[in-house]
């Protein structure tokens, strides 16, 4: 289950999520409520969510740490007492901001079954902390980390991100040094999603303060190097994980999975997003919630699945997904017999470039390839290609 909370007290302009700004406190109680009105309708439509376990709660944002500790009580205690939890393997996570989160916020959420921690982080450096309009010394990114062990958490993850205003190989050299002096269990090194025709505020960066293609390309393979010569192991896309971590023994044990919300240890069949925006999804559908706000208010309150829009998976395209799941987790996946000459011609530059390789009937992404693990997965998105926006929709990958 994914819980999305689009409440931020100001802006971060390097953010690309579907957010609300506001400092106003009294819009947590009836938000919440409308969380778990929307439960209750796909409880009481549903049969199979009273009685299947549920796997794992995220909460996302936005700041999840909006809400108080009593409203995030409310919330979870509210969700528990109309689910079955798995015995053997459940899991809670929370997205953190640590400017505006207590560590009675951090207890409450333990005491209600949340046990791992995502910090945002995204840089060190003050000057680009000024420009993202995220001031965060850190001081205080270490007090949260060091709360979190020390109630129990049993995984502290920290969001970096590459690409940023102002960001140099110096500075972010001194960012990877920081990381790796608090030793986070996972580290999700992400690229900046530069979408200024979808998020106005991106606009505010400045062309020349931007790092270019090959310098933003510098600045992943730098924190890369400094990770990897840390003990850190590369799983999947974007992520880095301790060896003990959950994450390096699923990859290893061929279980790693992944979903609308990044890398997990955890293999589900359904996703329930909940909230404004949210993603859910099953092995045969797709399905995003109103976008929003007011939009998704009214249809909730008045008892409709808020559906924004949706999409009814063909037997080629859970074909196709089940491909691009293997491929993603698992470096290698087996082309059918129309593919290979295809996949040789499509992905030619990237074969060229020693990135992927066709071996027989089997595509395999190579060591020095797996940052463009992204860009090589295009090559089964029959739709996108047939179709060739004429619009941007989509960040660069590099």
Not at 328 to 337: I, P, W
């Amino acid at each position: 289950m994914y819980l999305h909370i689009p409440y931020c007290e100001s802006l971060c302009t390097f953010c690309g999520c579907n957010n609300t700004i506001t400092k106003n406190h009294r819009k947590e109680k009836p938000y919440v409520d409308l969380l778990l009105k929307e439960f209750e309708l796909y409880w009481s439509k549903v049969p199979e969510f009273q009685t299947k376990p549920c796997r794992q709660i995220h909460l996302g944002g936005g700041t999840p740490t909006f809400l108080s500790a009593e409203h995030l009580e409310e919330l979870l205690q509210g969700l528990r007492a109309h689910m079955v939890l798995d015995p053997d393997h459940f899991e809670g996570s929370i997205e953190v901001d640590p400017r505006r989160t207590t560590r009675e916020q951090l207890e409450v959420l333990y005491r209600n079954g949340i046990n791992r921690i995502s910090l945002g982080v995204q840089d060190f450096s003050p000057e680009v902390q000024r420009l993202v309009n995220r001031t965060q010394p850190y001081e205080v990114t270490e007090r949260m980390t060091n709360w979190a062990r020390e109630i129990g958490y049993e995984s502290v993850n920290f969001d970096l991100i590459y690409g940023l205003a102002k960001q140099t190989e110096e500075s972010f050299r001194k960012t990877a040094e920081m990381t790796i002096q608090l030793r986070p269990d996972r580290i999700a090194l992400y690229s900046l999603a530069l979408v200024p025709w979808i998020k106005p505020a991106q606009k505010l960066f400045k062309d020349e303060d931007l790092p270019k293609a090959n310098e933003k390309r510098r600045l992943y393979e730098l924190a890369r190097e400094m990770l990897l010569t840390a003990g850190y192991l590369e799983v999947g896309m974007d992520h880095f994980a301790l060896p003990q971590d959950g994450l390096v023994k699923a990859l290893n044990s061929r279980k790693l999975h992944r979903n609308f919300m990044g890398y997990t240890d955890v293999r589900t069949d359904v996703l329930l997003g909940l909230g404004v925006s949210s993603i859910s999804e099953t092995p045969m559908s797709f399905h995003q919630n109103e976008k929003i706000l007011a939009t998704y208010e009214t249809r909730v309150t008045e008892g409709q699945i808020p559906t924004l829009r949706g999409h009814v998976l063909t037997e080629l395209d859970q074909k196709r997904r089940r491909q691009i799941l293997k491929f993603m987790t698992e470096y290698h996946v087996r082309l059918e017999a129309d593919q290979i000459e295809d996949a040789k011609e499509f992905l030619s530059e990237m074969i060229e470039d020693g990135l992927v390789r066709v071996n027989k009937d089997e595509l395999q992404v190579t060591e020095g390839g797996r940052p463009f693990l992204r860009n090589a997965c295009v090559f089964f998105d029959e739709h996108l290609r047939k179709t060739q926006p004429q619009t941007k929709i989509f960040s660069q990958s590099i």
